[in-house]
């Protein structure tokens, strides 16, 4: 069975620090996901990554196949970043496949 | 395009009662997947489709729940009975291809007393 473990479950930073949100997954998995849940509840994907280094705006994910690991970076943090962050993983075989979800962490920035 | 569409927003029903949650995926993708989320267990899959055809359903939790996916821009998670621990916020969300960025749709709050 996959696995997907998250850290720290809770972040509180100022505004304006770097955030840094960690990943890990076992041997099945073969892309992450990173999401976003509002406080409202929505669900939006970030990135979608397999191999390497994304970027979009402030926000940046990296993926370690080697180490099975992924960061989600936020720079110049701002409080409407504030959310529960999920890393998702994709199983390796193939294939449409559901999601294995970590716990999330929930990420408040205060002003 | 609208993104993927949930119906109801909200639903309250009673213990014993058949609940009935709807899903339509964006146009032209051919996955969708079905999850629910708990505060104990947080995410979850249920079910997922493709190209209408159900791929895996291990994550459904007991035969009270049932999934249909009759063409590519209607699914359907049927709960027959409802019991009050089949409270949860339930997603649906759909992908091009299936190990594609997904898409999720806002999510039925489903309160069963």
């Known amino acids: 069975k996959n696995e997907v473990e998250q850290s720290p479950q809770n972040l509180t930073a100022q505004e304006g620090e770097f955030i840094t949100i960690n990943c890990s997954y076992s041997?099945?998995?073969?892309?992450l996901h990173w999401l976003q849940q509002h406080p409202g509840g929505g669900i939006v994907s970030l990135f979608m990554l397999s191999s390497g280094k994304k970027k979009h705006g402030r926000l940046i994910a990296t993926i370690n196949i080697q180490e099975k690991h992924s960061s989600l970076h936020i720079t110049a943090s701002h409080p409407r970043d504030s959310a529960v962050y999920i890393c998702a993983g994709v199983d390796s075989g193939g294939g449409a496949d559901g999601l294995t979800f970590g716990k999330g962490t929930h990420l408040i920035i205060q002003p | 395009d609208a993104g993927v569409i949930q119906s109801p927003r909200h639903e309250v029903t009673e213990m014993g009662q058949e609940v009935t949650l709807r899903c339509k995926p964006i146009?032209?993708?051919?996955?969708l997947f079905w999850y629910r989320q708990t505060m104990m267990r947080g995410l979850e899959l249920l079910i997922y489709?493709?190209?209408?055809?159900?791929?895996?359903d291990s994550g459904m939790p007991e035969d009270r729940f049932s999934a249909k996916m009759p063409n590519a821009s209607f699914s359907t998670l049927k709960i027959q009975p409802s019991e009050p621990r089949d409270s949860a916020v339930y997603f649906c969300a759909s992908s091009f291809g299936g190990s594609d960025e997904q898409y999720f749709g806002p999510g039925t709050r489903l309160t069963v007393t």
């Open positions: 041997v099945g998995i073969s892309a």
């Open positions: 146009s032209g993708h051919n996955s």
């Open positions: 489709f493709n190209n209408n055809v159900p791929i895996d």
